[in-house]
């Protein structure tokens, strides 16, 4: 899942500061799971644009909705009434779903309510870790299901640095090292020759260094 965090309430305030009515737009899906931009973080974040303004002495109208999935057109779709209504739009889904309401309503400023961080996985209540970075080339059958480019500091393809000890990173102490970690597992499946093959150098085009990526499937295109 994709995973962010609310930008901060001044930030936001100051973004639709010379606005009067505004839409507060919430995605159902990786945002509401981290609860950082679903329909709950929607309807808070209007109350509390409200009652700024007020304080400052001003009336703003906020109109709230969300639907399932912001990054998909059909779903966008369901904003034009209210996008109608408003002067502007807050959008609380990730940078992609951002972008979707952006495209969709080209006549209306809109606005990032959080910023979007990694893709990555719950490790308990609360807590989500990093662990795809979405290169375009997948290694992850040769280590493990661990992976070294979103779990490495150093992005490391060929085993730990001289700097790992004791099992933790050299980066970050508070870390375990992940190829500690791939090793341990290869060893307990019987898999420690998977360790002795040499990744080429990795092929950056692959990844967001390539520049922006486009994905086709011709079998699905009219």
Known sequence: MITAV?????????????????LVTGCGTCVTIDYSGGAKEAAILASQLRIARR???????TLEQTVERQCEWEFVKEFTDHAAECQAIISMACGAG???VAAAFPDKPV???VNTRFVGMPQKQGVWEERCICCGNCVLHLTGGLCPFARCAKTLLNGPCEGSQDGKCEVNRELDCVWQQIYDILKEKGRLADLQKIFPLRDWSTGEDGGYRITVREDMML
């Open 98 to 100: 951002i972008q979707t």
């Open 111 to 113: 606005f990032p309510g």
């Open 55 to 61: 304080l400052g002495g001003k009336k703003l109208e």
């Open 6 to 22: 609310r930008k901060p309430l001044n930030e936001i305030i100051e973004m639709v500061a010379p606005y009067e009515k505004i």
